[in-house]
């Protein structure tokens, strides 16, 4: 992950950066973590998207996210799990 988006304290190996490949990743993942606190409705990722006031070509960006390689889903879900 390119260190430009990651505070210098944050170890690598540490987190749920680990689960992204790419910072971009990482920063779609922290969108729809906040949309999936915020929203009001259970519509998938259109409430994501009117959760958070995005644009509409944010919806096909987040379609993408969901279906990308570049999450580790497995490490993800382990992640998530230790962290709760």
């Known amino acids: 992950m390119s260190t430009l988006f990651r505070p210098r304290f944050l170890n690598r190996s540490q987190g749920l950066w680990r689960a992204c490949s790419r910072a971009a990743t990482f ?17 998938g990722v259109t409430s ?3 959760a958070l006031g995005l644009s509409e070509a ?5 379609l993408h996210f969901f279906h990308s390689p570049a999450l580790n889903l497995e490490l993800l ?8």
């Open 58 to 62: 944010s919806y096909y960006c987040l």
């Open 27 to 43: 920063l779609w993942l922290v969108v729809v973590l906040a949309g999936l606190c915020l929203r009001p409705d259970l519509a």
């Open 77 to 84: 879900t382990r992640l998530w799990q230790q962290t709760l």
């Open 48 to 50: 994501l998207v009117r």
